[in-house]
């Protein structure tokens, strides 16, 4: 499912307009990653959670070159889903 096709089903089941719904979709997204981005994690009851996971440092290989470099620690964002939301799919 892609985003304009959550944008027409929300549209045609609460009748709100596509460009109204498109909007507000755009706009909950930038607040996520702006919150992310400053290393707030984003908490939704019964859905989920967006948080921001620190990854170690740790050592790989450059196979080509054949050298060893090293990858410095680095957040990245990640989302964990609630249990009522794991049961359901499950």
Sequence with gaps: MTKADIVNEISKTTGIEKA????????????V????AHGENVYLRGFGSFIVKTRSEK????ISKNTTIIIPEHKIPAF???KVFMEEVK
């Design 20 to 31: 109204n719904v498109l909007e507000t979709i755009e706009k909950f997204m930038e607040i």
């Design 33 to 36: 990653k702006d919150s992310l």
């Design 59 to 62: 050592t790989a290989r450059n």
């Design 80 to 82: 964990k889903p609630a």
